[in-house]
Nanobody, 125 residues
């Protein structure tokens, strides 16, 4: 069973930055399309950034220009650099492999792998 471990979250003031990491195991990481999801209190989990196995990236409108997704296949690790953070970015962030039909801003598709524990990001003054 695949495993994802997210880290790097924390409390940051508006306008601040954080870098999240996602360590993947039990998959052939270099072949996987990957994504970052987030779930705010009372809201559904949504896909905010994707990166293909070839390194192409895409972002939800809500984070475009502020977040940057990247990957290091040698380390089986994916990253999310988050700049200019806003209070509305407050959420638990999760990573996962992208399977099936997915779209930015949308929920995880059926068949998504099991989830890690996520990492809490809180943006507040």
């Amino acid at each position: 069973q695949v495993q994802f471990v997210e880290s790097g979250g924390g409390l940051v003031q508006p306008g601040g930055s954080l870098r999240l990491s996602c360590a993947a195991s039990r998959i052939i990481f270099r072949l996987a399309h990957m994504g970052w999801y987030r779930q705010a209190p009372g809201k559904q989990r949504e896909l905010v950034a994707t990166i293909t196995n070839g390194g192409s990236t895409a972002y939800a409108d809500s984070v475009k220009g502020r977040f940057t997704i990247s990957r290091d296949n040698a380390k089986n690790t994916m990253y999310l650099q988050m700049n200019s953070l806003k209070p509305e970015d407050t959420a638990v962030f999760y990573c996962n492999r992208l399977i099936g039909r997915y779209y930015l801003g949308g929920p995880p598709p059926l068949g998504t792998d099991s989830w890690g524990q996520g990492t809490q990001v809180t943006v507040s003054s």
